[in-house]
């Protein structure tokens, strides 16, 4: 038999949070197809239905973790091996005008997606450090959003908190350089996903970006391949 040609990705670890969700499905099957080994970190004891690679042989679903929990997360990322990448699509939305949005709604909308950025990164830091075979540093995306570029009525809370991811992402992407882990973002529009299609049935689905094309700007960006994007915080509109 012909040897397997070698992939941007082989045999590479990466991590994915959110990695049962709609993009983050997308990004594992991206990520499967370069051949890297995807870890996932799960909330849920039972692994959601619709994620179909569950018993993938290089897949691992890590259940009950809360990133949330500062420990959890610090437990979960000391069990990665040889980490070269991490990807952090975990977060969450709401929407409501300022005098409707409490102090709780706020610094939920914080937590949820700055908060656990922010631990995720910092330990995804410690284990890349750790490697000691391979290429140097490593590779780290987070997911940002539209509303935190653009100004967006009615979602201040949510407007925030991807507005500190993609200060985060700033700087860390100077703080990393040194060692060759380069930090980027991208900062997708409404993503063509079937929750947000029932959300807005009469929205013009056509323009919103897909989970595959947002996938493959990802991997991108995540391989041993680029050594020259960091810093980047890439607006993924799609046409919407």
């Known amino acids: 038999m012909p040897k397997l040609q070698p992939m941007p990705m082989d ?14 499905t997308a990004v594992v099957a991206r990520l499967l197809q370069d051949r890297a080994r995807v870890i996932v970190p799960v909330l849920e004891r039972e ?24 420990a959890q997360v610090i437990e979960f990322y000391e069990q990665v091996p040889a980490l070269w990448g991490s ?9 409501a005008p300022l005098a409707e949005t409490s102090m709780d709604a706020f610094e939920q909308m914080w937590r949820m997606n700055v908060a656990t950025c922010f631990m995720c990164c910092r330990e995804a830091v410690a284990r890349m450090r750790l490697r000691s075979t391979g290429e140097p540093g490593g590779r780290i995306v987070n997911v940002a959003s539209r509303a935190a570029l653009v100004p967006a009525a009615g979602m201040v809370a949510y407007a925030t908190a991807k507005a500190g991811v993609v200060a985060l992402t700033l700087a860390l992407a100077e703080e990393l350089a040194d060692e060759a882990i380069y930090v980027n973002a991208i900062a997708p529009s409404v993503i063509d996903t079937k929750a947000n299609r029932d959300a807005m049935p009469h929205a013009d689905h056509s323009r919103w970006p897909k989970p595959e ?28």
Request: overall charge negative.
């Open 11 to 24: 045999d590479q670890t990466v991590v994915v949070t959110g990695g049962t969700g709609a993009l983050g």
């Open 47 to 70: 692994t959601p239905h619709r994620f179909p690679f569950a018993g993938h042989e290089r897949v691992k679903l890590v259940h009950d973790v809360d990133l949330g929990d500062e």
């Open 87 to 95: 990807i952090q699509i975990a977060g969450g939305f709401a929407m």
């Open 213 to 240: 094309g947002l996938a493959e700007q990802i991997v991108a960006l995540v391989r041993p391949s680029n050594t020259c994007v960091r810093g980047a915080v890439i607006p993924t509109y799609g046409r919407g």
